[in-house]
């Protein structure tokens, strides 16, 4: 019988197949076909590399066998496969140290990357990777509205798109665009993520499309060609994808939203579920919004005209003209006295979504908010994670 070995595996129910992964590990380990992302047991050497960088920890799943699964095997996965049946001495064998020297690498990655994701309890359940790179979705601009001012520092857009098929997306979901052309080795561009803005009975009700916040970038390849798109123009899509960033079904739960720029498309999904089906029966919605300056900030009239009972916003603005720098994290501490009183509440999820880099500042928030009533925030947030109630996808 072979030694048994701990196998590195993808989640392909939680991946959202953004390529981070593949893209960041040194020894090429990671490979993708039309429909999963996988690791490559024979190439793996356990750096950890890929770890931090993935949104939402469907890269930190493990499983102890004697036999590793092929890349072939895991192309045609679903769902990841369970625990083989290995005697506890046969799993311990050579296991001690290795194991050791994972549990200090990941404690090290999650710290940046939010940790193994879990859905909330009463979610609905998602549709994952229905349409993939073999077989993408057609779907037809509908429009394509610049939110920010013209002459403003970002160019931001609202994009619809019609799909005149069956596509069901949840809010917090993603889905894929393709951009056209190939890259300098010849091969088809891979999929670009865009967070799903609209509802699930789409941005219209019931007229099957899908909404996307979109920021062009400067030297984007996918941002250019979406910002450029024009109604009537077609694009394909694949997804959707993500099975935990998704909101609970229960009208009672409270939801503490943090967002920067574009990261605000799923919380104005969040917000639009809500007016359509709970509106004043909901048990509340917080949301803290950084941006440059107003005229960078997405959505910021339609914000401005949900009622109060609905959504408290937390407008928080980084570059005002004779004003200090103000960022979310600021914000959260100059309203500790409400932010803890949500993290007290068991009914409260919390989704942290937008630039990578302001992961640290809220976090150094929870924890000094978190010690302000006796807790200590690592505890309190591995729970809330435990209970599919902390959602991060940062970039």
Known sequence: MNKPIKQHLIDPEICIRCYTCEMTCPVEAIVHDANNVVVDADKC?????????????????????????????????????????????EAAGGMEALDDAMATLLAEAHSGAGGKAVAPATASKPTINMY????????????????????????????????????????????????????DAGNP???????????????????????????????????????????????????????????????QARLLMICTGTGSAPMRAFTMRRQRTVGAK???????????????????????????SLLKTHMVFSRLPDQPREYVQDRLAAQEDAVAEMLSDPNTHIYICGLRGME?????????????????WVALRDTMREEGRYHVETY
């Open 45 to 89: 050497d356990y750096c950890m590399a890929c770890i931090p960088v993935c949104p939402t920890g469907s890269i930190d799943e493990w499983r102890v066998v004697t036999d590793p699964y092929s890349v072939d095997d895991q192309y045609g996965w679903d769902e990841l496969p369970a625990q083989e049946d290995i005697t506890q001495s």
């Open 360 to 376: 640290e500042g809220v976090e150094k928030a929870f924890t000094n908010i978190a010690e302000s009533i006796g807790t200590q």
């Open 282 to 308: 909901s048990g509340g919605m917080t949301m803290f919004f950084g941006a440059r300056t107003p005229n960078t900030l997405p959505y910021f009239g339609p914000l401005n005209k949900v009622p109060e």
């Open 132 to 183: 993939n790179l073999a077989n993408p979705i057609v779907a037809t601009v509908q429009g394509n509205y610049r939110l920010t001012e013209d002459g403003a520092d970002s160019d931001i857009r609202h994009i619809i798109l019609k799909f005149d098929t069956k596509f069901p997306v949840l809010e917090g979901q993603s889905i894929g665009i393709l951009p056209p052309g190939q890259d």
């Open 189 to 251: 561009h891979l999929p670009r993520l865009y967070s799903v803005s609209s509802p699930r009975d789409g941005e219209r009700p019931n007229f099957g499309n899908v909404s996307l916040t979109v920021k062009r970038e400067e030297n984007g390849l996918c941002s250019n060609y979406v910002c450029d798109l024009k109604a009537g123009d077609t694009v394909n899509v694949t997804g959707p994808f993500g099975a935990t960033f998704l909101m609970p079904d229960d009208p």
